[in-house]
């Protein structure tokens, strides 16, 4: 999944995840922190493997249960231990989530290995046929994406972007634009004084 996939289907399932847990919308610092925790199993591996190659493939130990659990937990215990409830789950929904939807997308689209991405170093997933760059590879399959899309062969992943980005846009609104409003609020606190002079 892409980046912009993660980050809906993260908002999506925090959205729900907040008004379950604490009764109200998100607000803009967790969901910055939950924009983070979306990207941050590929942040961690992409980077890890098609640059450094530590690992063989994309799928390493920023993806893996075996460091996402107790990472989790202890942003968890630490949120709870400052009174920053909100920023914890935050944090499990955007890691979780990425994990969620990339072995759901593995199993959807019949990939050979669903669970192995995530279970780093208990599965150790076969490398790359070819060595590449981070650029490189980005771009590779950037363009194989958008050739996929233009050629009509990704209807799939059009239709699930559709759905998926139209829901949380229209959540997004529902929920009062958090992370868009406080950066407006910001904007309007720090103009008064100018004004006033």
């Given at each position: ?122 599965v ?24 996929d ?10 239709g ?25 609020q ?12």
């Amino acid at each position: 999944m892409w980046p912009w996939g993660h980050l809906a289907f993260g908002y999506l399932l925090y959205s729900l995840s907040s008004r379950a847990s604490f009764g109200e919308a998100p607000v803009g610092g967790p969901t910055l922190v939950l924009a983070v925790a979306t990207q941050l199993p590929d942040l961690v591996d992409k980077p890890l493997s098609w640059s450094l190659r530590t690992f063989e493939t994309g799928f390493g130990a920023g993806h893996s249960v075996f460091v996402a659990v107790p990472a989790v937990a202890a942003v968890a215990v630490l949120a709870h231990h400052v009174d920053r409830r909100q920023y914890g789950l935050a944090f499990a929904v955007g890691y979780g989530s990425h994990l969620l939807a990339d072995v759901a997308l593995a199993a959807v689209l019949s990939k050979s290995v669903v669970f192995g991405r995530v279970l780093w170093p208990v599965v150790d997933l076969a490398g790359y046929e070819t060595r590449r760059g981070f650029v490189e590879r980005f771009t590779s399959y950037f363009l194989a994406f958008g050739s996929d899309v233009l050629s009509g062969e990704a209807s799939f992943y059009v239709g699930l972007y559709v759905v998926l980005f139209g829901a949380v846009a229209a959540l997004w609104s529902y929920d009062g634009w958090p992370v868009l409003r406080e950066a407006k609020q910001w904007v309007v606190d720090h103009a008064e004084p100018h004004r006033r002079r």
